[in-house]
């Protein structure tokens, strides 16, 4: 089984999940030092100052290393 790390939506195989993850509405944004995606509110306590929720990634800032996902998806096409 292959598990969204987002939403804990369980899926047969590694395609499917990874399908699933360019829709997956709980992965809002999107850390280019580490790779994973998160909800905005894991990331930020205050609302102003963004760093990545992944344990040993130093990845932060809103529009520095952290993207919503939706602005790496436009800029991608």
Do not use: I
Request: hydrophobic share 20%; aromatic share 8%; net charge negative.
């Amino acid at each position: 089984m292959h598990t969204c790390r987002n939403c804990n939506q369980s899926f047969q195989t590694e395609l499917a999940l990874e399908l699933h993850r360019d829709t997956c509405k709980k992965g809002q944004l999107f850390c280019q030092v580490c790779g994973d995606r998160f909800r905005e509110g894991e990331a930020t306590q205050d609302g102003w100052h963004y760093e990545c929720p992944t344990e040993g990634c130093e990845g932060d800032g809103l529009q520095e290393d952290l993207y919503r996902v939706d602005d790496v998806r436009t800029a991608t096409h």
